[in-house]
């Protein structure tokens, strides 16, 4: 596993742990969660785009074969 160091300014950091309290999780959570719902979401947003060019263009390729 590998680990990310990032610099903040103060108050980024103090609104990130305000963040992490109110949902009573720690800020090296919050920002995890964040991190995997971004990466899933950039992954979905992809496949979605590739079914809807392969349904859209299906009948083309159909012919193309």
């Given at each position: 596993?590998?680990?990310?160091?990032?610099?903040?300014?103060?108050?980024?950091?103090?609104?990130?742990?305000?963040?992490?309290?109110?949902?009573?999780?720690?800020?090296?959570?919050?920002?995890?969660?964040?991190?995997?719902?971004?990466?899933?979401?950039?992954?979905?947003?992809?496949?979605?785009?590739?079914?809807?060019?392969?349904?859209?263009?299906?009948?083309?390729?159909?012919?193309?074969a």
């Amino acid at each position: 596993m590998a680990t990310i160091t990032i610099t903040l300014p103060d108050e980024q950091l103090a609104l990130l742990q305000k963040v992490a309290a109110q949902q009573g999780v720690s800020v090296e959570s919050l920002i995890e969660t964040k991190i995997v719902s971004t990466i899933n979401q950039s992954q979905t947003s992809f496949q979605d785009a590739a079914d809807y060019v392969l349904r859209k263009n299906s009948e083309l390729y159909q012919r193309l074969a």
